[in-house]
């Protein structure tokens, strides 16, 4: 198993700046990559950036790549999440996710996730 905690979320004025964090325990051996996910009231979770565990490989959903930057730290078992230049359409609750194998399976998917954390960005 897997737990992911959230920090870092709160409310920022538009063009302000916002560092969340990712912290993992539990099974981190099992842990591919790890991901960012944001889903604001009244819409679908949106994929937002995950990074490989084994390269560094970055990925990024459809976001403004230069806003959101995405940094992992082995050592400390946590993923951070640069947000710079936010906007209101940037709030949301932000959640991390950590692929691993999947039981029963050959595939890899994000099987754990964390509570979310709260970022409210105003105009």
């Known amino acids: 198993q897997v737990q992911l905690v959230e920090s870092g979320g709160g409310l920022v004025q538009a063009g302000g700046s916002l560092r969340l964090s990712c912290a993992a325990s539990?099974?981190?051996?099992?842990?591919?990559?790890v991901g960012w996910f944001r889903q604001a009231p009244g819409k679908e979770r949106e994929f937002v950036v995950d990074?490989?565990?084994?390269?560094?490989?970055?990925a990024y959903g459809e976001v403004e790549k230069d806003r959101f930057t995405i940094s992992g730290d082995d050592d400390k078992d946590t993923v951070a999440l640069q947000m710079n230049n936010l906007k209101p359409e940037d709030t949301a609750v932000y959640y991390c996710a950590a692929v691993t194998p999947s039981p029963g399976s050959k595939t890899h998917e994000f099987n754990y996730w964390g509570q979310g954390t709260q970022v409210t960005v105003s105009s």
């Open positions: 990074i490989s565990r084994s390269d560094g490989t970055i």
């Open positions: 539990g099974r981190t051996d099992m842990i591919y990559a």
